[in-house]
């Protein structure tokens, strides 16, 4: 079956607009995770959504937002970007909400630039 | 606060030989899990070996096994007759609590040399 898919691949913005990425998760997986990975810092942990709703979030400011839909999609929406939030923002889905009881299967994830 | 420390940034290895990979953390929690997470230069988070803590015996998959020390609060990873393939970078990650928030060490790169 198919995977995880993160659309698109790479983005070059600019300071001050908004970007929007999608994560479209493996078919019957219910839960989205999104994280933010660069050099420095590592990952880190964005937010997760299941059934619609946001379970758990991040130390991330109020610019970073997020949604997942009826079917599972899951979006997140970065305003006003900033230089600093140039990194690859990977997607991972799983079955349920519980980590410790299912793998969670990440996408190839989205190289935003900010210029 | 819980942490994930990979203290060697690079590793390198010959192809067939042995390495191990540290993994520290720090967590006041009882029952959680820890990974080893593979990625590849195509970026893809690729799950290598998960361990639940309040199992003792350590994890094997293949040629990926671990050593848990939970005492230590220790969890390397260990590849033998190593491939080609394996060249990587590898996350340590935990776990705890119902929820999807992965906790990740900064990760090391494996050079693989044939």
């Known amino acids: 079956k198919a995977g995880v898919t993160q659309t698109p691949r790479y983005l070059i913005k600019t300071r001050g607009q908004q970007v929007t990425l999608s994560c479209s998760p493996i078919?019957?997986?219910?839960?989205v995770s999104w994280y933010q990975q660069t050099p420095g810092q590592g990952l880190q942990f964005l937010f997760e959504?299941?059934?619609?709703?946001?379970?758990n979030k991040g130390n991330f400011p109020g610019r970073f937002s997020g949604r997942q839909f009826s079917n599972s999609r899951s979006e997140m929406n970065v305003s006003t970007l900033e230089l600093g939030d140039s990194a690859l923002y990977l997607c991972?889905?799983?079955?349920?909400?519980?980590?410790?009881?299912?793998?969670?299967?990440f996408g190839q994830g989205t190289r935003l630039t900010v210029v | 606060a819980q942490t994930v420390t990979q203290s060697q940034p690079e590793m390198s290895v010959q192809e067939a030989e042995t390495v191990t990979l540290s993994c520290t953390y720090d967590?006041?929690?009882?029952?959680?899990?820890l990974f080893w997470y593979k990625q590849p230069p195509s970026r893809q988070m690729i799950l290598v070996i998960r361990?639940?803590?309040?199992k003792q015996q350590n994890a094997t998959e293949n040629r990926f096994s671990v050593n848990f020390q939970k005492a230590a609060k220790s969890f390397s990873l260990k590849i033998s007759d190593s491939q080609l393939g394996d060249a990587a970078m590898y996350f340590c990650?935990?776990?705890?609590?119902?929820?999807?928030?992965?906790?990740w060490g900064l990760g090391t790169s494996l050079a693989v040399n044939p």
């Open positions: 991972a889905s799983s079955l349920n909400s519980n980590l410790m009881n299912t793998e969670a299967f």
């Open positions: 078919s019957g997986h219910r839960s």
């Open positions: 959504y299941f059934s619609e709703t946001q379970r």
């Open positions: 967590t006041s929690e009882s029952d959680y899990y």
């Open positions: 361990q639940e803590a309040y």
């Open positions: 990650a935990y776990n705890a609590g119902n929820n999807r928030k992965l906790i």
